[in-house]
Nanobody, 131 residues
């Protein structure tokens, strides 16, 4: 059974930083292209960042590029999202997600505006940016 478990969310002041983690089990993590999505109240889920199974290729939404960094440790089966210079508009539930087939690339994930077509999802972790 595939499990994706996010952690690291919380309350942070504007301008602060958080690092989210996504621990994976039940799948061959090192062969999965993955991504982070987020959803704010009253809004549709949106793409944040994606990473290829090797970790070489990364993609970001315009709203987080230059502030967020996606990475992965295939030896530990963990994906990360380092979030710096956080803004109030970053407040959302953040979800990690994976695709089952390598035919769906990290670039494809980046063009999935609402996460449609992703095969596996975590339960989400709340990030609140507020003073």
């Amino acid at each position: 059974q595939v499990q994706l478990v996010e952690s690291g969310g919380g309350l942070v002041q504007p301008g602060g930083s958080l690092r989210l983690s996504c621990a994976a089990s039940g799948l061959t993590f090192s062969l999965k292209n993955m991504g982070w999505f987020r959803q704010s109240p009253g809004k549709e889920r949106e793409f944040v960042a994606a990473i290829s199974f090797t970790g070489v290729s990364t993609y970001y939404s315009e709203s987080v590029r230059g502030r967020f960094t996606i990475s992965r440790d295939n030896a530990k089966n963990i994906m990360y999202l380092q979030m710096n210079t956080l803004k109030s508009e970053d407040t959302a539930v953040y979800y990690c997600s994976a695709v089952s087939s390598q035919s769906r690339t990290a670039s494809d994930i980046a063009h999935t505006s609402d996460g449609r077509g992703m095969d596996y999802w975590g339960q989400g972790t709340q990030v609140t940016v507020s003073s």
